[in-house]
């Protein structure tokens, strides 16, 4: 362990760049997935069009893409933004079709009931729709989350500082103990993006957490004078 004594503040702010450079991807593929699943789920052909990009998107390898996207972008070859750019369009990738999945899982009597009370399309798709889809949204973006960890490290190639200097600096320098380092605090920033996602899920969705599996629940639905009867988003 006496690299990593030595090395602790470059170990430090190496995670701490790590960190930045994924929260933001993993966002943004979140907002710009949602509503592309939910053009996706309106019909097939939508559906066919959203899934299929999405998956050539994310056969690009990440060394061609990161030199394509400053001609297109008009930033440096050597700027964050790059990377950024390139980890949300794998993410979008991977997410859109969780979205168009996670929106189609709604059971179709809860979106007839909920428009037969009065619900316009918006107010629907914000207050039955998106919450009967959550679990299934959160399922994909764990999945963007961990993907994009690992992607971060690879921006070292364009002179990114995050813990893929660590692989690259250890193998070039034949110092095993670095790459170990490396390797290890990956894992542990995917476990702790992971459990912060879903204490998120579990705050923002708390009736995903009781009577899982269970029987039917009643969801109420404001300005009605009865309740619709709607499977449980822990069944969907």
């Known amino acids: 362990m006496k690299w990593t004594r030595e090395n602790l503040d ?5 995670t701490f760049n790590h960190v930045q450079l994924s929260i933001l991807p993993i966002v943004l ?25 999405g998956s050539l998107l994310y056969t690009i390898p990440s060394l061609p893409l990161f030199v394509i996207l400053p001609l297109i972008i008009g930033t440096r070859v050597l700027d964050a ?9 794998y993410g979008v990738a991977i997410m859109a079709r969780s979205a168009a999945d996670a929106l189609a899982s709604v059971d179709k009597t809860t979106i ?9 399309s918006t107010a629907r798709f914000l207050r039955v729709e998106l919450p ?21 490290s690879v921006g070292v190639i364009i002179g990114s500082q995050n813990l893929g200097y660590l692989f690259q ?8 103990e670095e790459v170990i380092v490396g390797i290890l605090i ?15 899920g579990r ?29 449980s988003p822990g069944d969907t």
């Open 10 to 14: 470059l170990i430090r702010e190496l």
């Open 29 to 53: 593929s979140f907002v710009i997935a949602l509503p592309l699943g939910w053009l996706a789920n309106r019909n097939r052909v939508l559906r066919s069009v959203v899934i299929t990009v």
């Open 81 to 89: 933004t790059n990377l950024v750019v390139a980890l949300t369009i």
């Open 112 to 120: 007839d009931a909920s428009t037969a009370v009065g619900y316009s």
């Open 132 to 152: 009967l889809a959550g679990p299934v949204l959160l399922a994909g973006i764990r999945v963007v989350s961990v993907s994009t960890i690992a992607l971060v």
């Open 169 to 176: 600096n250890g193998k070039q320098r034949g110092i095993l």
């Open 186 to 200: 990956s894992l542990l920033l995917a476990l702790i993006f992971d459990l912060v996602i879903v204490l998120i």
């Open 203 to 231: 705050l923002l969705m708390p009736w995903n957490q009781s009577d899982r599996g269970g029987p039917s629940k009643r969801i109420a639905v404001p300005g009605a004078e009865s309740q619709l009867l709607a499977p």
